[in-house]
Structures are given as structure tokens and as C-alpha cells.
């Protein structure tokens, strides 16, 4: 997919975020623990940016390829990434892609990032390019200078509605792992330093008084499921250290320990 076939509101919303300056690779810090946790040959970052965590995939032996909607961004990691992986400019949209083409989707702080009427779609292009599983990082608070750049801010519970409707099933268990937990924080104490960085008196409101509650979860905010055509197979539990079956182990099982409401 070429630059040409994104429309322009699109180019100019994600060239602007990159051009001001931000480095990216919120997903680099959790790529060599989804790979020792995950049984994976190929992978696609969903939103790479500058490409970090396509790098440090290839690095670790694994096929991948970062897709961008921004040219600054893919441009910043060319020189890096072209000597391990694949860059596409394309929409999360309208992936360039046949379905089940990668084993895992791994998208870092993107999805927030779609407006929410876009939403439905994109998932449903992530769930159809991938074969196996999905991890994801999903921002649920406002970004600064008023909220700029998260265009969908909703509740845990509210993303993964969106995921079952296409048949996806919650990896508790690795979500488990990996998210962060103080039961005895406010909710009000979660994002609320955030209040001081250039807001208005609405985003203030938003970040002393969120509309959700994140019982306690506190940022980054993981998401991991099955797919729907892998779970119509018999397959092994995706942590590596379990071994049983998905059916018997109870580490994929839908349990609501997210936040409720937002919707």
C-alpha cells in the first residue's frame, strides 16, 4: 500500500505526532518477554513507527514486518529495520495482507489512537491477518496538550467487548503477567498527574474523575487474546511453561479482572 492510498486527514494527523519529535518504541521493552512467552515464527507490528520492535523481533529470530501509516516514522527506522524486516505504509484499516498471514499481531499503543467509529474494523483487519494470537498495549488515558492525539478513550472492559464480538478469546493468564496491579490506588491517583501537562479545565475533570475505573490497573495497559480460527483447533496452551491444552489449563478462560463501565 502506497502513501497515495491514505486519506489525507490520516497523513496529516500521524506526520504531525511524529514530527514533533516523538521517538517512539513503547513496544520494545516487552518484545523479548512476548517471545519467550509466546510460541511465534512470524510476527506483524501493527503500527511499528520507527521500527524498534521489528528490529529487535528480527534480532531474535523471528519473520516480521512493521506497518506504519506515517513515512516519517517509517522513514526514521528504514535504515535499521531494512536490514532485518519488511516496512509497509499502510492502514490498519486495510492491511495489505492475506488473513492468517503472521502468527502474532503485536501493536503497542496504536489502537487508542483511532477514532472510535473506525474501531470495529481495524480489529476486525487485525483478527483476520493474524493466525494466532494478539498482543496488544492500549493506552485508557488522555495524552497531553488537551487530549491531542487519543481519539478513543474507553474502558478495559469496552476493548475487550470489541475483540469477543469477532471471536477472539482473552489470554487471562498472560495478561496476568504482565499487568501492573496496586488494589489500594484510586482511581483518581492513576492518571491524574497527568492533569498538569497543558490541560484544559474538560481533560482535567477527565484525569481527577475518570469516566472507568481501573480497578487498580495502572499504565500500560495489556491485552492479549486467541484467535478465532486458532481456537477451532486443538492447540497447547500459548505459555510455553504450561503445556496442557487451551481447554484444560484455564489460562485462556474469559474472567473480567478489567476495568468496568466507559462504554
Not at 517471545?35 to 531474535?60: I, K, N, T
Not at 489502537?111 to 491477518?129: D, K
Request: hydrophobic residues 40%; contains cysteine; charged residues 20%.
Amino acid at each position: 500500500m502506497q502513501a497515495e492510498d491514505l486519506a489525507p486527514w490520516e497523513r496529516e494527523h500521524n506526520e504531525a505526532y511524529w514530527k514533533e519529535g516523538h521517538v517512539g518504541g513503547h513496544g520494545l521493552q516487552f518484545v523479548d518477554a512476548v517471545c519467550r512467552d509466546l510460541e511465534f515464527h512470524s510476527v506483524l507490528d501493527a503500527g511499528c513507527g520507527p521500527a524498534q520492535a521489528v528490529q529487535r523481533c528480527a534480532e531474535l529470530g523471528k519473520r516480521v514486518v512493521g506497518l506504519d501509516i506515517s513515512l516519517e516514522a517509517l522513514h526514521r527506522g528504514q535504515a535499521e529495520a531494512c536490514t532485518y524486516g519488511a516496512l509497509v505504509a499502510g492502514r490498519l484499516g486495510a492491511l495489505p495482507f492475506a488473513s492468517r498471514t503472521f502468527d502474532l499481531v503485536f501493536c503497542t499503543d496504536v489502537l487508542e489512537h483511532i477514532p472510535r467509529r473506525l474501531i470495529p474494523g481495524v480489529i476486525s483487519e487485525l483478527v483476520r491477518v493474524a493466525g494466532r494470537y494478539l498482543f496488544l498495549t492500549i493506552c485508557l488515558r488522555p495524552s497531553r496538550r488537551n487530549n491531542q492525539y487519543h481519539a478513543t478513550l474507553r474502558s478495559r472492559s469496552w476493548w475487550e467487548s470489541h475483540f469477543r464480538r469477532v471471536g477472539c478469546r482473552k489470554l487471562h493468564a498472560l495478561v496476568q503477567r504482565y499487568q501492573k496491579v496496586d488494589p489500594g490506588c484510586p482511581d483518581s491517583q492513576i492518571i491524574a498527574h497527568y492533569a498538569q501537562y497543558q490541560m484544559s479545565a474538560r481533560w482535567v475533570r477527565f484525569c481527577q474523575h475518570p469516566p472507568f475505573s481501573f480497578r487498580g490497573e495502572l499504565e500500560p495497559w495489556f491485552f492479549a487474546f486467541a484467535v478465532p480460527l486458532a481456537r477451532a483447533q486443538p492447540m497447547a496452551c500459548p505459555l510455553r511453561q504450561c503445556g496442557a491444552s487451551q481447554s484444560s489449563c484455564g489460562h485462556c478462560e474469559e474472567q473480567e479482572t478489567g476495568s468496568a463501565g466507559g462504554g
